[in-house]
């Protein structure tokens, strides 16, 4: 079992998921904010000595060994606290729908933010980019036509906090929700936890979000 673990993050970003799934899973773990722009940490270190990528979120462990990518993070750190019951079981089809949501998370949702960030984006660019989600936002509101609570049933896992964390993106460049009232609630109930609150107002954030 790892006893100690370091997680780099910078408010708000995908590496928030990590934070929650440690809060969920009841692990230990200290915090370090990282200025992506600077690429420093908070003490002033280089943070590509961390990781080369860039990029949060970086977990590394007692062992000095680091693992990089939010959806692998996740998946390690639930599987370290298998009571917290975050993921399906290991080998069963529930778990392989799992990673599906995870990796549409990565290559589909959080990807098509993009452009958003991109200052160089052009506005052509940019309402692309909102056509594109709010098709995926579309596609996930279908998800819980059927009343369940989470993306695969009424349990949630890490493939929810990555959407949620995602997801918050939205209110900051003011893409209304209002026509995925089923997507808009889910999102609020996932708000709702006290590890979403607790992370997020531990990264220096209003503890919920207004969608």
Request: aromatic content about 12%.
């Amino acid at each position: 079992m790892v006893s100690f673990m370091k997680l780099y993050y910078s408010p708000g970003a995908c590496s928030l998921s990590a934070h929650i799934v440690a809060k969920e899973a009841g692990l230990p773990l200290s915090i370090v904010k990282v200025d992506l722009r600077a690429k420093t940490t908070e003490t002033g270190g280089d943070y590509r000595d961390v990781s080369a990528k860039g990029y949060v979120p970086a977990l590394q462990l007692d062992n000095g060994k680091v693992l990089t990518e939010a959806g692998a993070i996740l998946e390690y750190l639930a599987d370290l606290a298998p009571k917290a019951n975050l993921t399906p079981d290991q080998g069963s089809f529930e778990r392989a729908e799992m990673r599906a949501w995870l990796y549409y998370v990565a290559s589909e949702l959080h990807k098509s933010f993009g452009p958003l960030w991109n200052q160089a984006s052009t506005g052509e660019a940019k309402q692309a980019a909102f056509a594109r989600l709010n098709g995926q936002f579309a596609l996930i509101e279908k998800e819980f036509a059927d009343g369940r609570a989470y993306l695969q049933g009424n349990a949630i896992t890490i493939a929810d906090i990555y959407c949620y964390v995602i997801m918050t993106f939205a209110p900051y460049f003011k893409m209304d929700l209002t026509a995925y009232p089923k997507l808009k609630a889910y999102l609020t109930r996932i708000g709702e936890r006290p590890t979403v609150q607790a992370a997020r107002q531990e990264e220096g954030m209003p503890a919920k979000v207004a969608w």
